[in-house]
């Protein structure tokens, strides 16, 4: 496996050439403590480390001049990403002066439920950073150790859109949304992970840094704009059906399903809250995707439960409450007449619909 070895770079390096010696640097701005969890994914966890680096100081040195950063974790020695590279962590939590960080910045792996399940593993220090009033940061399904923990208690927590219902089933108590890239909730901040932790990043820096500083390096890194935090992820529609990109009923009609997986609710009051009759809502669809919204709706909550079966380990029961069915032998029922196996089948065999 390849080894990349992240620590934080000595002011003295990468300077540019010249026989005068540069005066020394004020404190940084913002302090960040990033904690890559087992199987982290590289993508948010590269994308918000390089968006600190080109903040970080006037030209492109990586010099941690006006923002600073430390990789941590339980002890120090190679974190696993979930695409086998391994992250060499330089320092472990009992050496980390929680005192010296403004954000500590949790990157989650790509199992939600193991997530949970090595809380108990991380309870003291974070803990120990809510007593001195640090900022929690959690990406991707961080969300879920963090919540396991209690201590996203009252907050409103952005998760991703593919572990919304899993969230909600784990914390029924807790206010979800999947329809923003980020949530600033006090202490407590939640990402939905990818590239979303660039406008994050963004965000954050331009609190403490200013906004001309956040943005700097954007061309760099092939970002033409920033996207707001309630951005419309277009790419959610299938490819085969473009058309209800440019269509708001349908965008807003396909975003209410999704928030709605789990919960019977009828075509009629999905109407209503567009503002449409059922009549209207059916031609919409019928028009542009060429299907019912009743069938879209079934053919979404068919397609989330074959993800979760093959990425979770919920029982049966718990996988078919979240996509509405009570009943767990009619949902299985269902779910072989769409896809021609039983639940039981891809569990067993890892079927691919």
């Known amino acids: 496996m390849d080894i990349i070895s992240v620590s934080r770079i000595p002011m003295s390096t990468h300077l540019p050439s010249s026989s005068a010696p540069e005066p020394p640097m004020n404190e940084p701005d913002v302090r960040f403590l990033l904690v890559p969890l087992p199987t982290f994914n590289m993508l948010p966890f590269g994308s918000f480390l390089d968006k600190l680096r080109f903040s970080a100081d006037d030209e492109d040195y990586s010099r941690q001049k006006y923002c600073a950063w430390d990789v941590a974790g339980l002890s120090e020695g190679e974190v696993v990403s979930s695409s086998g590279v391994q992250l060499s962590i330089p320092l472990s939590f009992k050496h980390v002066d929680l005192a010296q960080y403004d954000y500590v910045v949790v990157f989650g792996g790509r199992s939600a439920g193991e997530m949970k399940a090595m809380a108990a593993l991380y309870q003291s220090f974070f803990k120990q950073a809510v007593a001195r009033g640090t900022t929690l940061v ?197 779910f072989k007449k769409h896809f021609g196996y039983s639940p039981t089948q891809l569990k067993k065999d890892g079927k691919v619909h």
């Open 138 to 334: 959690a990406v991707d399904n961080a969300s879920f150790l963090l919540a396991e923990l209690g201590l996203f208690a009252g907050c409103e927590v952005a998760v991703h859109w593919r572990h919304q219902q899993e969230f909600e089933t784990a914390f029924p108590t807790l206010k979800v949304s999947s329809d923003q890239l980020y949530c600033l909730d006090g202490k407590r901040i939640s990402c939905v992970g990818g590239s979303a932790v660039i406008e994050l990043a963004i965000e954050l820096l331009a609190q403490k840094c200013g906004r001309e500083r956040a943005l700097k390096g954007l061309a760099d890194m092939l970002v033409d704009e920033t996207r707001n935090r309630q951005h419309y992820l277009k790419s959610l529609g299938h490819e085969s059906n473009q058309a209800h990109r440019h269509n708001r009923h349908i965008s807003r009609a396909i975003s209410l399903m999704r928030q709605n997986l789990s919960v019977s609710l009828s075509i009629e009051a999905l109407a209503v809250q567009l503002g449409l009759s059922r009549r209207q809502l059916d031609r919409v669809f019928k028009t542009e995707l060429a299907i019912s919204p009743r069938e879209y709706w079934a053919e979404m909550r068919m397609d989330h439960a074959h993800w979760r079966l093959q990425n979770s380990f919920f029982s049966l029961s718990d996988i078919a409450n979240e996509v509405s069915f009570s009943d767990v032998s009619y949902f299985c029922k269902v």
